[in-house]
Nanobody, 120 residues
Framework: QVQLVESGGGSVQAGGSLRLSCAASGYTYNIYCMGWFRQAPGKERELVSSISGGGATSYADSVKGRFTISRDNAKNSLYLQMNSLKPEDSAMYYC??????????????WGQGTQVTVSS
């Protein structure tokens, strides 16, 4: 079955950086879009960034220019490099698998999440 395991979260001060990783298993990794979602207390889960099977990327406006998504198909891994972090980036971050090649097909599997806390 599909398994997604996130790592790399933690606590940093504003302006700092973190790199999240997601190890995927149980399916043919390189033909599916992947994404990073986040959810802060009292807020809805939002899509932060996605990367298609072919490597095309997209970002939420709130993270453009600060976050970079990447994937290593040889390692069945997904990454999110987060720079210039702000307190409003604090949330649980989830790795997700798309239903198809592009993010427009939606997402159907999520990991357990990794917590990111940014202090001012």
């Amino acid at each position: 079955q599909v398994q997604l395991v996130e790592s790399g979260g933690g606590s940093v001060q504003a302006g700092g950086s973190l790199r999240l990783s997601c190890a995927a298993s149980g399916y043919t990794y390189n033909i599916y879009c992947m994404g990073w979602f986040r959810q802060a207390p009292g807020k809805e889960r939002e899509l932060v960034s996605s990367i298609s099977g072919g490597g095309a990327t997209s970002y939420a406006d709130s993270v453009k220019g600060r976050f970079t998504i990447s994937r290593d198909n040889a390692k069945n891994s997904l990454y999110l490099q987060m720079n210039s972090l702000k307190p409003e980036d604090s949330a649980m971050y989830y790795c997700a698998r798309g239903r198809g090649w592009f993010s427009s097909s939606g997402f159907d599997n999520w990991g357990q999440g990794t917590q990111v806390t940014v202090s001012s």
